[in-house]
């Protein structure tokens, strides 16, 4: 199983700022990175695949990037409706896993 | 605009059944595969269970394997989730996603709660 790591429970950010949320993963997953966005009460939101390409609606803000074992979720700079939990999912093996997740909240 | 509404979640004893529902609206149904993805109270995501867009090829967690059964319906556009001999730590809310490349999501229902305690 590969195991995906989000190593931030939590980023401390302020409207504006620049946020950058990582994930890794226990053996490579080559470009096969998704990453999702929930907000309480709410179902995830699906803002980033193939680590880099992000999905219908997306603002440009939001941008991904890495490839193997090491991956970045970029946002540009924080909105207010940003603030909510970010998970990594890998899709490269069997069976899907996703990261713990980072909450990303108003410093 | 796409529509996934679970459905039958509700309190059961451990070693009881309950089967979840989808409704899935808004998009070709058999053109994309369907998940059933959970999450337990405060925690993170775990992947549960894959029916693939033809349902001719379905996987499972190594923790529900041989207890929980994925099925699709073509004819009513919906995905269930069979649960059996059911244990306190599959407590938690069940999410149907569905998606159409390679294996991650492109949309997510809001969830059913599964509660299982005595």
């Known amino acids: 199983e590969t195991v995906m790591t989000q190593s931030q429970d939590t980023l401390s950010a302020s409207p504006g700022e620049r946020a950058t949320l990582s994930c890794r993963a226990s053996h490579s997953v080559n470009f096969d990175l998704a990453w999702y966005q929930q907000k309480p009460g709410q179902a995830p939101r699906l803002l980033i695949y193939g680590a880099s390409t992000r999905a219908t609606g997306i603002p440009a803000r939001f941008s991904g990037s890495g490839s193997g074992t090491k991956f970045t979720l970029t946002i540009s700079s924080l909105q207010s409706e940003d603030f909510a939990v970010y998970f990594c999912q890998q899709y490269n093996n069997w069976p899907l896993t996703f990261g713990g997740g980072t909450k990303v909240e108003i410093k | 605009q796409v529509h996934l509404v679970e459905s039958g979640g509700n309190l059961v004893k451990p070693g009881g059944s309950l089967r979840l529902s989808c409704a899935a609206s808004?998009?070709?149904?058999?053109?994309?595969?369907m998940s059933w993805i959970r999450q337990a109270p405060g925690t993170g995501l775990e992947w549960v269970a894959y029916?693939?867009?033809?349902?001719?090829?379905?996987y499972y967690s190594d923790s529900v394997k041989g207890r929980f059964t994925i099925s699709r319906d073509y004819a009513t556009n919906s995905v269930y989730l069979q649960m059996n001999s059911l244990r306190a730590e599959d407590t938690a809310v069940y999410h149907c996603?569905?998606?159409?490349?390679?294996?991650?999501?492109?949309?997510w229902g809001q969830g059913a709660l599964l509660t299982v305690s005595s």
């Open positions: 808004g998009f070709t149904f058999s053109d994309f595969y």
């Open positions: 029916i693939s867009s033809r349902g001719d090829t379905v």
């Open positions: 996603a569905s998606g159409h490349d390679s294996g991650y999501f492109d949309y």
